[in-house]
């Protein structure tokens, strides 16, 4: 079945950073969009960044400047670079594949970040 699987979550200091990993398993990863998302707790899920399977990134605008993704097709894992991290950014962040056009949607199971100040 298909796999993914976060890792790198942890607690860190203001202004800190983390790399979050995410290995992907069981589906041709070059064709989907990956992504990662977070939830704080009482909030909705929300879009960090995703990135094409051609490479173009976006991001949310409260993270651009600080947060960076990258893939890399051969290890089947995507990336969140976070610098400059804030307590806002505090969350369970997850990892998704979405293929628009088979419709398709893969969820990772969490990793929690929690960003003291």
């Known amino acids: 079945q298909v796999q993914l699987e976060e890792s790198g979550g942890g607690l860190v200091q203001f202004g800190g950073s983390l790399r979050l990993s995410c290995a992907a398993s069981?589906?041709?990863?070059?064709?989907?969009?990956m992504g990662w998302y977070r939830q704080a707790p009482g909030k909705q899920r929300e879009l960090v960044a995703d990135?094409?399977?051609?490479?173009?990134?976006n991001f949310a605008d409260s993270v651009k400047g600080r947060f960076t993704i990258s893939k890399d097709n051969a290890k089947n894992t995507v990336y969140l670079q976070m610098n400059s991290l804030k307590p806002e950014d505090t969350a369970v962040y997850y990892c998704?594949?979405?293929?628009?056009?088979?419709?398709?949607?893969?969820w990772g199971q969490g990793t929690q970040v929690t960003v003291s100040s």
């Open positions: 998704n594949a979405r293929h628009g056009i088979l419709r398709i949607n893969y």
């Open positions: 069981r589906f041709v990863f070059s064709n989907y969009v």
């Open positions: 990135i094409s399977s051609g490479g173009n990134t």
